[in-house]
Each structure stands twice: as C-alpha cells, then as structure tokens.
C-alpha cells in the first residue's frame, strides 16, 4: 500500500513540476547558485561584494576599490559563470531586479548624489585613465554594427561583444541596467547639461541606449546559456527517475484500492 501510496505522489508532483509556473525559473538565480558552487567564483565575488556593500553598510562607499574588485571579478572568474550572472535572461520583475542589483549598484554604478551627472565627467575621466581608456574603445570596436551586414551586426560579434561590454563595469563609465523591466543599459549619467559638446555626450551615451548590437547580444544570451548552468540538478529530471524506479519495482500495484488505481492510470496521459 505504501508503494503505491508513493507511486500516486510521484504522478501528482510530476504534473505539477510540468506546469508553466514550475517551468518559469528565474535563471539569475541559478547564476549565483552555480558562482557560489565554484570556488573562484564565489571568492571573487565575495571579495566584491564586501568592498562594495560591506563598507557601504558602514557609512561610506570606496567606489574605487569596489570597482577595482569588480574588475578581478571579471577578469579572473570562470566567464560562463561571471557574464550568467551579468547577462542571466529574465522573465519577470523579479529576476529583472535581482540582475539590475548584480554589482551592488548603489556604490559601484551610481555616484554620491541622487542624480546623475552629465556623461562628460565620466567620459573625460575615462579617457585619461590607463585602465578604462582602452576598455572603452575595445567596446566601441565590439558591438558597433557593420554595415556590409543585412542587420548591422555580424553573427559572430555577440560573445565579443558582451565581453567587451563586461569589461566597462568597474571602470568610471560603468554602464548597468536601467530599470528592472527591460534588458535597457545605460552608464548614469545624461545629456542635459552638456553645452556646446551635446552632440559628443550623446554619441557616448548611445553606445549604449541606441545599439541594437548591443541589445541583441544582450537579447540572445539566452540561446548561448552556459552548459554548466543547464547541468545543475533537475528537480523533474530527479522526479522521474524516481517514477521509474518505483513504477519498474516488482509487483508495484500490489494492494493498491481502485480509486487509486484509477487516479494512477488517468494521470498517466497528462506527464
């Protein structure tokens, strides 16, 4: 009876991990369980995540060493596992937020007021420093469209160029995601108050709003998702296996009343 007792709670929870709310994830989430597995990975991040956010909590922000942790943290982790967590597609509000929040924007992104300044400051800023200088120009050359292209944008120009754009965070014109509803990235900043150099800061500032190679390398990450995140356990996967071995076991039916019986057999049709 106990054996077909379990048999009948297998069918049911494999139906119900079949349905569409089971099947919606939140692959951001699988990010950072898959980071926190790999031990690079999780020392880099906590590295970051302790200069960016621990310091915070105490009253101030070291932006400079919060970004310089940031760059190790891309420039040393597994890529498959550090651009998952920074490109992970999202499906709703939630996983969108948790994406936007990846970096610890609050000290990493955005600066000490609350709004933000013109993209001069942090243009001119980067194209003085050694660092940022050559990353942003390595950004520029990955994702601009090619117009020999039917689209614009080469088919082989999406991993270079989210390798490039992942190059930017942790430099002064770091760019984030811009609202928890779209996979929209902007640096803050903005074009207000720009003067006579208007049409420079906007053409900085659409390297990132209005590139549609950008956005469709951003877009299409989910059809390159790492082969190391789809290998994390399967809870259906897990789930059915344990179906067969019950259903195969000998005489599985054995003392089963036939209200159960047939519940058995009319699920059956739906997994």
């Known amino acids: 009876m106990a054996r077909c007792l379990g048999l009948l709670v297998l069918l049911l929870l494999q139906l119900l991990l079949r349905s569409p709310r089971s099947v919606a994830r939140n692959r951001c989430v699988d990010a950072a369980e898959a980071c926190t597995a790999d031990v690079r990975c999780q020392r880099l991040r906590t590295q970051y995540v302790a200069q960016c956010l621990g310091a915070a909590a105490s009253g101030g922000c070291p932006q400079v060493r919060c970004r310089r942790a940031l760059r190790r943290f891309f420039a040393r982790g597994p890529p498959a596992l550090t651009h998952a967590l920074l490109f992970c597609p999202c499906a709703s509000p939630a996983c969108a937020e948790r994406r936007r929040q990846t970096f610890v924007p609050a000290c990493a992104f955005s600066g000490p007021g609350s709004a933000p300044p013109s993209c001069l400051a942090p243009l001119d800023t980067c194209e003085h420093s050694r660092v940022c200088r050559p990353r942003l120009l390595a950004f520029q050359a990955s994702c601009a469209p090619v117009p020999s292209t039917p689209d614009g944008c080469p088919r082989d120009q999406a991993p270079r160029c989210l390798r490039a754009y992942a190059g930017l965070v942790g430099t002064a014109v770091t760019p984030n995601y811009v609202d928890n509803v779209s996979a929209r990235v902007a640096p803050w900043c903005h074009c207000g108050v720009s003067g006579n150099r208007r049409e420079e800061c906007e053409a900085f500032r659409g390297l990132f709003t209005r590139n549609h190679c950008l956005d469709g390398a951003i877009q299409a990450f989910d059809s390159v998702w790492p082969l190391v995140l789809q290998d994390q356990p ?38």
């Open 234 to 271: 399967n809870s259906l996967q897990d789930l059915e296996h344990s179906l067969l071995q019950v259903s195969s076991a000998d005489r599985p039916l054995e003392g089963c009343s036939v209200l159960t019986l047939l519940l058995v057999l009319a699920l059956q049709p739906q997994l």
